[in-house]
């Protein structure tokens, strides 16, 4: 069975206030966000991963490195282009308030069905969603030719991507509709999600195992959410 540990980076600088960070920005970790990807890679210390994937930008690339540091394996982190975050086009940059202050009407619509909708100038969820499928199915044919029907020393795969980008990806693999991934679905800052592709169905017939686990993140005896 093919195993995705999927996160998303840690904290930037721009991370608070919540804005649109997708392609155009390039930054690193945050102070914060370097000891959040730490505290995963301990959280995952005792898992033998067989490879790591992360998108080309850097607070993603950032991520998977520290993460890597914490693996009792350590393989080396492959770059690809299709796991890069949304591109949001001219909302690139900006909290949500401002988007609605200056594109109130678009802004309603792409809200209503991202899926079918593009940011102005940007990608839509669909665009997206070929992204990500196109990146399982190609990590499934590799699956298979080397590990072919189950096989006792079968190890999981470490994505490292981004919010919107995660959570398109876990509707495509679990068969739910596109355009809800907003509504849905929730990627925090290095969280742990967790896809089983057991059926043997293709890149839409995953089981979600875990889902936004933050436990790591957060001091022992509270909430893991909220």
Known sequence: MLTLVLTRHGLTSRSEPEQHLGQRIDLGLSDTGRAQAAALGRRLGGVAVERIVASPLRRARETAEIIRSGLPDQPAVEIDPRLREMDYGEWEGLTYQQIHERDGAARTRWEADPAANACPGGESGDDVARRATAFLVDLMAWHDARHGSASPDERPVLIVAHSTFDRVLTCVAAGIPVREFRRRLTQDPANLTVLGFEHGG???????????DTAHLRPPGTLPWG
């Open 202 to 212: 293709g890149p839409n017939d995953a089981r979600i195992v875990v889902l936004n």
